[in-house]
Every structure is written in C-alpha cells, then in structure tokens.
Nanobody, 124 residues
Framework: QVQLVESGGGLVQAGGSLRLSCAAS????????MGWFRQAPGKEREFVAA????????YYADSVKGRFTISRDNAKISVYLQMNSLKPEDTAVYYC?????????????????WGRGTQVTVSS
C-alpha cells in the first residue's frame, strides 16, 4: 500500500498562487505516476496534472495548462502542484493519487491510491 498526505490548500484571491504538496509513504517503489485531480461542488472529479515518476514527463488538463506546474522530489517521495493565476473556477478539493503503469494518465481508474484531499478556495 501507498499512503498519501496532501497539504497546502487554503483561501486565496483570484490571480493569486498556492502550492500543494503530497507526501507518499509505504510501498513507494511501486509508484509509476503521481497525479492531481480535483472535485468542485456538484461536479465530478477531474484530472488536473500528472507526472511520470522516473521519466519526469508531465501532463496537464487544458484548463490549467500554462498556469499550473507539477513537479516531484524523488528524495522526499513527494509531488507538488504550483498553481498560479488562480481563478474562482479552480475552487475544489484537490486530491493526490498514485498510479501504476496500466491505463491512461488522465483517467481516475488508472490510479490506485488516493489522499484525503485538500481544499482550495479562490475568491473573486
């Protein structure tokens, strides 16, 4: 099993920035990719960004491309999401997830372990 703990959420004004962190523990040698998803009130959870753990390849949803940056720290077994130019529509609970090599990067079913989420609220 892999345990994930997110941090860094909060309240920010539109145009501001936040940095989310996700620390992994447990069977971390099984990590193939780590991703961020989000779920806004009344909406389904959606893909935000992901990174291939060894290769470092990154993937982004069109809605965040150019504003968000995903990165990793191999030594700390952590992944980060730097969010700039935040908009009210970015308001959601953000979840960190770990996936293996099966499935496509943007699909939730490709991720086996999930954190509990951290709230991000962007005021207008």
């Amino acid at each position: 099993q892999v345990q994930l703990v997110e941090s860094g959420g909060g309240l920010v004004q539109a145009g501001g920035s936040l940095r989310l962190s996700c620390a992994a523990s447990g069977r971390t040698f099984t990590i193939y990719r780590m991703g961020w998803f989000r779920q806004a009130p009344g909406k389904e959870r959606e893909f935000v960004a992901a990174i291939r753990w060894n290769a470092g390849s990154t993937y982004y949803a069109d809605s965040v491309k150019g504003r968000f940056t995903i990165s990793r720290d191999n030594a700390k077994i952590s992944v980060y999401l730097q969010m700039n130019s935040l908009k009210p529509e970015d308001t959601a609970v953000y979840y960190c997830a770990v996936g293996d090599a099966t499935g496509a990067t943007i699909f939730q079913n490709s991720y086996r372990y999930w954190g509990r989420g951290t709230q991000v609220t962007v005021s207008s």
